[in-house]
């Protein structure tokens, strides 16, 4: 296998022809030429919402990555949603407690059968089970499973297992080498990486899921445009270089929080003292660039976002500039002072001057 930097700089381009761009540009098309007499043919775009050249790039340049089958959607929420209504509605469905809340309160409205369980464990019995969607690095705790563990013991009793990889992502790790159905993920992080589209995958190496999926999508109507598809892909060539400067500036900023007295807690998976740092080195080929601490309180947030100046105040993560999400806002059940931090690509001297000073605020 090549390295990471040339895989995510070649995958899914054409090959080379005189005259023509390393990456064509987005197709724009509702309906497509057909033939007159013929009709639509296999494997020739004959309508936008199923076909589209551009979104077909894309899911082949995520498909390597993934090492499966991809099928592109307009959203991360889009994806999950055709995750469950494949996979999980001839069963009850586990999804972590501690998860993206959204994501729980999809599977709420969506599924006839939700059950809980904590990422960190203990796993429940899976005995009549459809679906265990699993989440590790959870989003926003950042607690870890044992992915290998958890998709067999998931298999043995008839379920399906789908693995969120949004915060690895497919650079940190590839969870259907790991034993896992299906890859799901919001592509809207550091896939894209510059916080400018929206757009979500699975991936498989089931023929017969990544079909379904396809249908729903068609009948669904949760289509990414080609733009999106487009920006995402030109934007996938710099992911090695963007999560190594990303996972450098997380590690020097997770011992700074260690250190103040105004943190209250610190969780980084690639910090030693980390509860989930045994299993990250077991399991991720690269940590996230996504550090989650908690102040005392709202007060103390706000003061901090405040003072800082290279730190911006905004949801979301895996970007090119550094932001803080206080997670209790959006309706989370957290801590009113539980932070998200998403480290960008600036230097880790000024990140770390601009951390320190913010922290003398509060």
């Given at each position: ?166 915060t690895a992502t497919p650079l940190g790790q590839r969870p259907l080498d790991l034993g896992a159905d299906v890859s799901v993920a919001s592509g809207t992080k550091a896939l894209a990486g510059h916080s400018d ?116 105040a905004a949801t979301s993560f895996g970007g090119l500039h550094t932001t803080a999400d206080r997670r209790e806002q959006w309706g989370d059940d957290v801590s009113p002072g539980l932070v998200r931090l998403s480290c960008g690509i600036e230097d880790e001297a000024d990140l770390v001057a601009d951390l320190q000073a913010a922290l003398k605020a509060v």
């Amino acid at each position: 296998m090549t390295g990471d930097g040339t895989r995510v700089a070649h995958a899914g381009l054409p090959d080379p022809v005189p005259g023509q761009p390393f990456l064509p540009g987005p197709v724009f098309a509702a309906p497509y030429h057909l033939d007159p007499v013929a009709g639509p043919q296999p494997g020739t775009p004959g309508y936008g919402r199923p076909d589209n050249p551009t979104r077909v790039a894309l899911e082949a340049a995520i498909g390597e990555l993934e090492g499966g089958e991809c099928v592109a959607f307009a959203s991360g929420m889009a994806a999950i949603a055709a995750v469950f209504q494949v996979c999980g509605r001839n069963g009850s469905v586990v999804v972590p407690s501690d998860g993206y809340f959204a994501g729980r309160a999809l599977a709420e409205q969506m599924l006839p059968s939700v059950r809980y369980a904590p990422t960190a464990g203990p796993a429940p019995d899976f005995a009549g089970v459809s679906l265990v969607l699993l989440e590790s690095p959870a989003n926003p705790g950042l607690d870890m499973c044992d992915l290998p563990a958890l998709s067999a013991a998931a298999h043995a009793a008839g379920a399906l297992v789908a693995v969120d990889n949004t915060t690895a992502t497919p650079l940190g790790q590839r969870p259907l080498d790991l034993g896992a159905d299906v890859s799901v993920a919001s592509g809207t992080k550091a896939l894209a990486g510059h916080s400018d589209v929206l757009i979500g995958y699975v991936a498989t190496r089931d023929a017969g899921l990544a079909e379904k999926f396809r249908s729903w999508r068609a009948l669904g109507g949760a289509i990414p445009g080609p733009f999106e598809a487009w920006l995402v892909h030109r934007s996938m060539g710099t992911l090695d270089l963007r999560l190594a400067r990303q996972s450098t500036n997380a590690a020097a900023v997770a011992e700074v929080l260690a250190a103040h007295p105004a943190v209250v807690s610190v969780r980084w998976p690639g910090r030693p003292a980390d509860p989930a740092y045994d299993l990250a080195r077991k399991q991720l080929r690269r940590v996230p660039g996504v550090v989650t601490f908690t102040l005392a309180d709202k007060a103390a947030v706000d003061r901090f976002l405040t003072a800082s100046t290279l730190i911006a105040a905004a949801t979301s993560f895996g970007g090119l500039h550094t932001t803080a999400d206080r997670r209790e806002q959006w309706g989370d059940d957290v801590s009113p002072g539980l932070v998200r931090l998403s480290c960008g690509i600036e230097d880790e001297a000024d990140l770390v001057a601009d951390l320190q000073a913010a922290l003398k605020a509060v």
